[in-house]
């Protein structure tokens, strides 16, 4: 074999085998996601998509859950929701069982649309103000 011959068959079984391990960690990632996910909510996961070795998507009881790869804690899983002011998917993080039911308890909103009712919740409030020192006077 020559030396160029050499050098590409020793490339490629190197990118062979880090295919290899990515794939590995990807399902491990998927796997040990599944897991936590059924000791967090208390049931098991209808389907799991492994995407890469630091997220997968959980699906359960026709909810869509993200799960991320954290540094310090296992996972930590979003729950996807259709905004009900604009439409648009968003995910926010769910801490727990109890939490998820908080969530679906209330209507979805995204970070935009919750900012934005804020807002003119406080501009109605100070309006009520003004029309109160309007009145006094
Ligand atoms: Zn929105």
Redesign the pocket.
Known sequence: MSLKEKAIAVYRKEEEECKEKEQQEIKEFAEAAAKEFERCFREKPDEIIPEDDWSCVIECDGLRFKAKRDTCRGSRFYLGLV?S??N?Y?ETEVMSLEHLGFLLSRKP??Q??AYKISRRREIIKKLEEVLVLIKEE
């Open positions: 905004c002011e604009c648009r968003f909103l995204c935009n649309c």
